[in-house]
Each structure stands twice: as structure tokens, then as C-alpha cells.
């Protein structure tokens, strides 16, 4: 419509007169918008590239002991698996994949793909000059090639010899060839192993954690904490995603027959708590970089009162010319917007710039940057920046529509 | 010249209080009078007496506190700010001692402004042009704002602006009050012109070789007709 035209021009016209005073307080919108973009585009990249790493293990099936509760499977990228979470004292009494059961599922899925068992275990490791926490994984050495990829080294062929992950030799400054202690002399046996092989970085997985664990024989493992025929959990590598249903439904069917023995977790299960974790955070976040916007729409605030103020003679005039209270209002409502789309748009081109180098920093990787879910931030973002300022435009134009015509007119 | 016969306004005891804090200050006092169409009226009074009160009620810029107000038939008193506003728009055209212009916008904008928000369209028929060349002001000037024209320049485009809805009545409070008496008389002898083409003109002035353009005086007193 024409008319807005003439409102609206008066409001370009107005934001123009006081450019300086505008752009600043756009200036705080610009700020608020990239800090919404940028960090909802950061957990968008974040929840992507997860997504990405674990679709490779779309094939992977874990069966641990059921213990009642849904199983959800903490994630920790890199840190213990399923159960180790709570320290070194758990162990025995906990719920335990039995060698009967291992057969069971190897019987079902066996012909499907590979299948093997996990012994694992949280405990204190030392060098000769550094003392932490690792986890300790036994596994068959007969899988070890297949599961297992090396950066460097051999796989273990005895007892006494480990490969490590590439986390926990960069930490402890281990290589072939140095020597560690697992356990704790004062709470059990403990086994002195030479590192013969440093594993592949492989980022978070839900079969194996390996990047800052330590990996050894079913032998070395059984030797120090018992336990034989005991196992943590049963991972399944299926040849073909297309029976991760199948295989899961017949374990199911056949070892919770009558009890629930077993949990069997893909990782669409795991992805869920993930995005979960993820999504809340950046919920999170995103409240805290909208803070920067209310401080935003404080001076939005207070520069349409100036506006109102240095322009009540103006709207008397308006007024006493025949323009209806709400066209008043919406002249003011549309200067408000005028500074909120300035803000807003400028917001929405740094978001773009800003994003990436805070996405390639916090994420590692810009490669789902230009992806919708992650740039679809930006208008959301701009759409909130802009709608803070009408909403903070909405007072002063109130209070300009209610003022009363000749009291106006007197203003000098 | 047309019998005047119809009155356009009609006020009956309308009084105008205006409570303040030290005290009511009554600044119209039951006035009564009646003023019919073709009608070049001037209300005189000295200052502070109530004649720019009295312009304001006529000019629905205000309500009466008591007493009934008529405007071309319709009783201003029940109505609300949404029709009175709107009879400012379509019924009255308002010229300031200060010319009130809207300095962001450009001359004709200035005079379009009425006809926009009246028609809610631009004006395509060319009446905001012709006006302007009527009252002397060419396309050059229009495009300039109010603070770059000369006072009269400013008090034509008001008038301009005040008759581009063609109002049944003129409203004029000081219209020469800020121009030099060479330019007062030009704009004199525009609203004169205006009158003798059938215009309805209420005038405030305290000069009196102004309100002699006049056909009827009436002087306020302390908010009463003299
Ligand atoms: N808005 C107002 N509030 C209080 N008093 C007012 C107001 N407007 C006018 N008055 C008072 O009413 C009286 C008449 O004022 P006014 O109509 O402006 O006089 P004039 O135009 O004749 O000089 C004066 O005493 C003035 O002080
Ligand atoms: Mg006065």
C-alpha cells in the first residue's frame, strides 16, 4: 500500500537524520544475531559431524548384560566403555555377557558378520614418570587384526605386550617399545607391559573407545583381574546395515526369552542420547548469547524514547492533520524495524563470516557448514534480532500514538 | 455570493475547563454562537483570553468539558479520537501561526500527505500540483523541505496542504503572525480569494487590519463573547 509508503518514508527518513545514533544501536543487534547464529550453527556442526563419525558404525551391534534400566549407553568421546564409568572399584557382581550367552549370539549373528567378545575395565596405569587412568580392553587375539587398525607397530603376540590408543601415547609420551604398570599395586595384582603397537585415531565409537585405552590379550587381561568367561560386552561388525534389525530381533527373541538377559544397542540408540546431549547444550548456549539481545534491545529502547521525544512536535502535526492514532503507532513500529533489519541483516553477513571460523575452531571441521540444518541459524537468528526491536519499539510508538495532539503541537 | 443561510458550526454553552493543580482555569466560559456556511469569521480578544481554545474545539483537536459543539450537522461531543480524527482529516483544515509543516518531508509530499491518508493512494488526478501552482508554488519549490522555503513559501504550502482534502471549513489561528506584514497581506489576500469562492474561515488574529479581511468579529473575553 502507498500509504505505508509515506509512513515508512518518514521513518527511513528519521532513521537517516540520526544515522550515527542508529547504526549503534543496530551495532547491538549486528552483535546479538552473530552470537545466536554462531553458536546455534556451532552445535548444528557439532551434532552433524557426530552424526557423520557414528553413521560409519551404522553396522556396529553392542550387546552388554540387561540391568534394568533402558541401557542407554553414556558417551564419552574416547572415555570408558558402557559401565566403566563409575571408577575402578566396580567389577564382579556387576551384570556380565556370560560365555554361554557369547555363544548364543555367535550362533545367531555369526553368519552375518564378525563377532567377538570385550573385557573391559577402567583402572590406574603408570610409566616411569607419570601415573593416570586408562581404559584396559582383553579381547581375542585372533580379532585383534580385524578390529583393529595401527598407526604404527605390531599387533600384541604375547602376554605381556599391549597396543595403546593415540591419545594416551601422546599423553604418558609413549612409544613402541616403552614400558607401562596396570594397576594399582595397593588394591591388586598389577601386570608391567611393553607397548608394541600405537593405534589409529578413531574418534568417538560405540564398539571400542581405543583412542585413550589400552589394548592387550584376553590372557594379559584375565591374568590381572580374573574374571575368565566374563565379558564386558559382545560388539557385532554386521557385513550388511540392512540386517542390524534382524540380528537385533533375533537376539532379542531368542536370549530374552523368558528373562531379559541381554541389551542389544545400535547406533541409531546411541545417536538419539548424543543429539540429545547436544541439542540441550546448545539450547543452552544460544539463552546465553540471547542475553547479549536484551542488552540490545535496551538501547533499541532508548533510542526510539529519543526519537519519540525529539519528534512529539512532529506527531502533533501528524495529528492535527488527520493521522490516526495506530498510523502514528505503526510509523514508529517501522522505524523500529528499519534499525532491526539494518542490525539484523549486517548480523546475518557476519554470522556468515564469524560462524565459519567459530565452527572450524569449536568443530574441527567446516564440512557441514553450508548444510541447511546448520545455516538455517541465520535467518532465525535475524528473525529474532528484528523482532526484539519491534517489540522494544513498542512502548515509545505506544506512547507516541497516545500523546495528545495540542499538548504535542505546543512542543518546541 | 450564496446565501449564508445554513449554519456550518454551532456551539451552545460550550465551556472548557482545564484542571490544574493551582486551581480549574475556565478558559471558555459557556459560549454560544453560530457560524453558517461562506462565512469569513475573525475572533479577536487579547492574549490568553480563550480564542485559541475556542479554535481548538472547533478544530476537534479537543472536546468540550460541558456544552454541545456541531460541525457540519454532527455532534463533536460523543465522539471518539478515531472520528474525531477523521473529521480533522475530511472536514477541517487547520493553518498554524507556525506553519507546522513536516520538515522531512518535500513540499508537495507535504500536501499530499492529507490526500494519502484520506484516499490511502498517491494522487494521480494532478489536484496536489494544481494547488500548488494556485498558491505560487512551482515544481522547484515543492521538492524543496519546509526549512529551505521562505515563511510565506512555508504558510502558502499549509494552506495548500489545509485545502487538498477540500474541507467544508478553513481554520486559521495567527496565520500572519509569523510573517512580515508585506507577506501577511499576500496571505491575506489568498484566504480572501478563498472566502469569496464559497470557503467557511474562522480566524484568530489580535490585529485588527487582519481580522478586517473579515466579515463578522467576534471578541473573546476571559473566555466569554465580548
Ligand atoms: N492545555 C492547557 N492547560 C492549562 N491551561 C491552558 C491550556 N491551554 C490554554 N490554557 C489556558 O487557557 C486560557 C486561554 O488560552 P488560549 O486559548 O491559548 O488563549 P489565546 O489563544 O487567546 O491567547 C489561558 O489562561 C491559558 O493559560
Ligand atoms: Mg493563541
Redesign the pocket.
Known sequence: MILKDILLQLSVRSVRLHFLRSVLAALGIVIGVVAIAAMGMMGANMTLSVTGELSQMANNLVVTAYTGGGGFMGFGGGGGPPGSGSGGSQSREEQMITQDQFRNIRDIAGSYGTVYYVYSQSDSIETSDQWGRATIYGLDPDIFAEVLELEEGDYPKSTTTVVIGPRIAERFGLEPGSKLVIGDSDEGSTATVRVVGILKEKGMSMDLNTDSAIVGSEKLYTGIYGGEGEYRQVNIVLDDVDNVDTVKEEILAELNDRDDEVTVQDSSSMLESITSVLGTITTFVMGIAGVSLVVAAVSIFNVMMMSVTERVREIGILRSIGTQRNDVRRMFLYEAGILGIVGGVIGAVASLLIGYIVVLGMVGTTEFFFTWQSLWYIPFAMAIGIGICIISGVYPAWQASSLDP??AL?AE | MQAKSRPVITLDRVT?V?P?QSGD?T??NKISLSINEGEFVAIM????????????QIGCLDVPTSGTLTLAGREVGAMNDRELTDLRLTTIGYIFQKFNLIPLLTAYENVEYPYLMKHRKNDDTGHVRHLLDQLGIDEALSAHKPPQLSGGQQQRVAIARALVNDPAILLC?EPTGNLDSQTGIQIMEVLAQLNRRGRTIIM?THERDIAAYAERTIT?RD?RVA
Do not use: F
Open positions: 495540542i499538548e505546543r | 472548557k482545564y490544574l482555569v478558559a471558555l480578544g487579547p492574549s490568553g483570553s480563550g480564542k485559541s481554545t475556542l479554535l481548538n489561528d484568530v473573546i473566555g
